[in-house]
């Protein structure tokens, strides 16, 4: 099977635009990474995924639950916005958190969409315009996978190559 590249169709969902017209697309995030000479895959969705169970339940060719990374977005107290990139399975240790960025909680599905231009499920910490720590964890894999901008859509790639894309500070913020 043919792995998508940014010049295949995309076709948007009724859920999006009210027709069933196919639109060419391109995916900010694979332009970024093609730019960056980075390797990637895309990993094409049957429905809109949010959550990590979504993933697995609508992936179209299996992928693996343990490669599997989420951005969460966070609020701190001045209201300034912050994301962490973590395997999909870990939590946040926010007593960890809090030597980081001083107390924050996880930001309100508006405010996500507000700092990152997409609602909870698509973000992609490649795109983000804020703070982003990503936890030491997510580079004991050899590959991983996380949201691309569209909720249809993935990306896997090897986190030894996030460097050559976005500037983040790798961290230890999970509960053990």
Do not use: W
Request: hydrophobic share 40%; aromatic share 6%.
């Amino acid at each position: 099977m043919k792995t998508p590249t940014i010049k295949d169709m995309v076709r948007v969902e009724q859920l999006f635009n009210g027709s069933n017209d196919i639109v060419d697309m391109e995916l900010a995030s694979t332009r970024l990474m093609e730019d960056k000479g980075v390797d990637y895959r895309i990993i094409e969705l049957t429905d809109r995924a949010v959550t990590v169970k979504d993933v697995v339940r609508y992936a179209k060719e299996e992928i693996n639950l343990d490669e599997i990374c989420k951005t969460i977005v966070l609020k701190d107290r001045k209201g300034r916005m912050h994301a962490v990139f973590l395997r999909g399975g870990d939590r946040i240790d926010f007593g960890k958190l809090r030597s980081l960025m001083g107390k924050a909680s996880v930001a309100t599905p508006n405010e996500v969409e507000e700092a990152t231009g997409v609602k909870p499920g698509a973000v992609c910490p490649l795109l983000l315009d804020i703070p982003l720590y990503v936890d030491e964890r997510v580079f004991i894999k050899e590959k991983v996978n996380f949201g691309s901008g569209n909720h249809l859509y993935g990306i896997e790639l090897s986190p030894k190559d996030l460097d050559k894309i976005i500037a983040f500070k790798v961290v230890d913020v999970i509960k053990v």
